[in-house]
Every structure is written in C-alpha cells, then in structure tokens.
C-alpha cells in the first residue's frame, strides 16, 4: 500500500469515528434526548406510528438514540472506523486510477 493511500484510510477512519456523534447530535439524537422538530424526531414519530404507539427496543431509532445518549460502544467505533476507511481506500483508489 502506498504512503499516501495508507494516509488517506487512516483519515477516512479516524474522522468517521470523530464526525459519528456530530452527526448524531446534529439530525437530533442528544445525550438529552430527542431534539423537538428534528430528523430524529421525525424518524421516532414514524417508529411509534408503524408500531401503535412505541419504538421497539433495537429499533433504528432505539439503536441511534442509544449511540447519541451513551456514545458508540467499542464494536460500533469498530465498524464506523471500516467504513471510513474503506470510504478512504476507495477514495485514493479512485484517485490514482485519474491521475
């Protein structure tokens, strides 16, 4: 693997796992809760419709409300951290194949 190439994963898994919990605050999953008139309300309103009344625990919604609440636990930094380094390989890939 190229030095730039081996850069660029480690960027791209380094800032996923860093923007993960920006992005959860920011669509509305907060350490206090749901955010009123949020994407992540929207979402819950939805939940609850599809299954009269309540979000089902493991859910979508119960899953993000929990990382937004608590944190990603250590498997989901893992796995966040695959993706934004495959997301980083690719990128360089595809970099090299225009240059």
């Known amino acids: 693997m190229e030095l730039l190439t081996f850069f660029v994963v480690a960027a791209g ?3 996923a796992v860093v923007l993960a919990p920006i992005a ?5 999953f907060t ?24 979000v089902l625990a493991g859910s979508t919604v119960a ?9 990603l636990a250590g ?3 893992a796995v966040v951290a695959g993706v934004g380094g495959a997301v980083g390989w690719l990128t360089a890939t595809a970099a090299a194949l225009l240059l």
């Open 13 to 15: 898994a380094g800032g």
């Open 24 to 28: 959860l605050g920011a669509v509305g």
């Open 31 to 54: 350490a206090a809760g749901i955010a009123a008139n949020s994407v992540a309300a929207g979402m819950m309103a939805s939940a609850a419709t599809a299954s009269s009344g309540g």
């Open 63 to 71: 899953v993000l409300q929990s990382a937004g609440a608590a944190g």
């Open 75 to 77: 498997s989901t930094t």
